[in-house]
């Protein structure tokens, strides 16, 4: 089993960063995409950046040029490092990871979500 957990979120003033991190273990052969989501209540969860397996990248246009997205293939952990944050950035953000099997099945798991605050 695959299981994913986040950590980094909390509660900064606008203008602030923090550094959210993903850290997928279990049974994985290869990962093929890892990345973020939002989600605000009432709305459905919007994408916010994706890595590939080879290092590139999509970005919403909210946040390009703020958020930089990275990984670390080692440790099967991906960042969103989040600078010059927002109110409307707040939100609880989710990890996804998609990964394949030897066969080439693929799987999409999820995070738990962090909360992110931003307010002064």
């Known amino acids: 089993q695959v299981q994913l957990v986040e950590s980094g979120g909390g509660l900064v003033q606008p203008g602030g960063s923090l550094r959210l991190s993903c850290a997928a273990s279990?049974?994985?052969?290869?990962?093929?995409?890892m990345g973020w989501y939002l989600q605000a209540p009432g709305k459905q969860r919007e994408l916010v950046a994706v890595i590939t397996s080879g290092d590139s990248t999509n970005y919403a246009d909210s946040v390009k040029g703020r958020f930089t997205i990275s990984r670390d293939n080692a440790k099967n952990t991906v960042y969103l490092q989040m600078n010059s944050l927002k109110p409307e950035d707040t939100a609880v953000y989710y990890c996804?990871?998609?990964?394949?099997?030897?066969?080439?099945?693929?799987?999409?798991?999820w995070g738990q979500g962090t909360q992110v605050t931003v307010s002064s």
């Open positions: 996804y990871v998609q990964i394949s099997t030897v066969s080439g099945t693929t799987y999409t798991y």
């Open positions: 279990g049974s994985i052969f290869s990962i093929n995409a």
